[in-house]
């Protein structure tokens, strides 16, 4: 990413201002920071959602505006924060409603976000049909369904927009399950995080704070720094009042 500056649709203020960062094969990196503090906004530029106003996004080089859209799709997996699933079956749901679906790709990326014993359990399996809203389904087992969907195809980058908002303590294990593997394989991962075990299995963190790169380095670097810049806050105030 090359000082990249984002306006959402239908704003006028930048939402992300000259942000520059690299994220190298087989690297995790946890984004944080406060609340509208750019976390999802970069998720959507990062998965081609949102354009850049500036600056650049490049991919093995490539901007991301040079790859066809259905190439992109396959590269990216995107689990977004609020999960919105399809009119369809569930298996058409993971596989992104690819005519060409592979179901054996189906079940395996089921299997990586703890959904396969899940979807089994419904009454109609992967044929289980869904509206948009989940109809039946519970906030958790969307999540998963959502990770699943994001993981089909084995996607060489994968970006979670606060991937544990919804799940248990089991969803959450294969999720960390899933970020190793990837590491393993020489894929990369960008968690936009709230939760601190959101972010156990990256080694990088990069904070943004009002829309602008506060720190990016080795995890417990960025973390220091954090908790020294809360303590000089704290050390500014004297009985509630700030001096």
Same mark, same amino acid.
């Given at each position: 990413?090359?000082?990249?500056?984002?306006?959402?649709?239908? $704003?006028?203020?930048?939402?992300? =201002?000259?942000?520059?960062?690299?994220? $190298?094969? %087989?690297?995790?990196?946890?984004?944080?920071?406060? !609340? %509208?503090?750019?976390?999802? !906004?970069?998720?959507?530029?990062?998965?081609?959602?949102?354009?850049?106003?500036? %600056?650049?996004?490049? +991919?093995?080089?490539?901007? +991301?505006?040079?790859?066809?859209?259905?190439?992109?799709?396959?590269? &990216?997996?995107?689990?977004?924060?609020?999960?919105?699933?399809?009119?369809?079956? &569930?298996?058409?749901?993971?596989?992104? +409603?690819?005519?060409?679906?592979?179901?054996?790709?189906?079940?395996?990326?089921?299997?990586?976000?703890?959904?396969?014993?899940?979807?089994?359990?419904?009454?109609?399996?992967?044929?289980?049909?869904?509206?948009? #809203?989940?109809?039946?389904?519970?906030?958790?087992?969307?999540?998963? &369904?959502?990770?699943?969907?994001?993981?089909?195809?084995?996607?060489? &980058?994968?970006?979670?927009?606060?991937?544990?908002? #919804?799940?248990? #303590?089991?969803? !959450?294990?294969? +999720?960390?399950?899933?970020?190793?593997?990837?590491?393993?394989?020489? =894929? !990369?991962?960008?968690?936009?995080?709230? =939760?601190?075990?959101?972010?156990? $299995?990256?080694?990088?963190?990069?904070?943004?704070? #009002?829309?602008?790169?506060?720190?990016?380095?080795?995890?417990?670097?960025?973390?220091?720094?954090?908790?020294?810049?809360?303590?000089?806050?704290?050390?500014?105030?004297?009985? %509630?009042?700030? =001096?």
């Amino acid at each position: 990413m090359q000082n990249l500056t984002l306006v959402a649709p239908g $704003e006028q203020q930048a939402a992300l =201002r000259m942000v520059s960062f690299t994220v $190298e094969p %087989g690297q995790a990196v946890g984004v944080i920071g406060p !609340s %509208g503090a750019g976390k999802s !906004s970069l998720a959507r530029a990062l998965t081609g959602v949102w354009r850049p106003a500036g %600056g650049k996004i490049r +991919l093995d080089g490539a901007t +991301l505006d040079q790859y066809d859209p259905t190439v992109l799709g396959q590269l &990216i997996g995107y689990l977004p924060q609020r999960v919105q699933l399809f009119d369809g079956s &569930i298996a058409e749901n993971i596989a992104r +409603l690819d005519p060409q679906m592979d179901p054996a790709a189906v079940v395996d990326a089921a299997k990586k976000a703890a959904a396969h014993d899940m979807i089994l359990k419904l009454p109609e399996g992967y044929d289980t049909r869904v509206s948009a #809203n989940g109809g039946r389904l519970s906030g958790g087992q969307m999540q998963r &369904i959502g990770l699943a969907r994001a993981m089909y195809g084995n996607p060489q &980058i994968l970006v979670l927009d606060e991937p544990n908002s #919804n799940l248990d #303590n089991e969803g !959450s294990q294969a +999720l960390n399950a899933a970020i190793r593997a990837m590491k393993t394989e020489g =894929r !990369s991962v960008l968690i936009m995080a709230h =939760r601190p075990a959101a972010i156990q $299995e990256c080694d990088t963190l990069l904070m943004l704070d #009002n829309g602008t790169r506060a720190a990016f380095g080795p995890k417990e670097d960025v973390l220091r720094q954090v908790v020294k810049n809360s303590q000089q806050i704290m050390s500014t105030t004297d009985g %509630g009042g700030v =001096r």
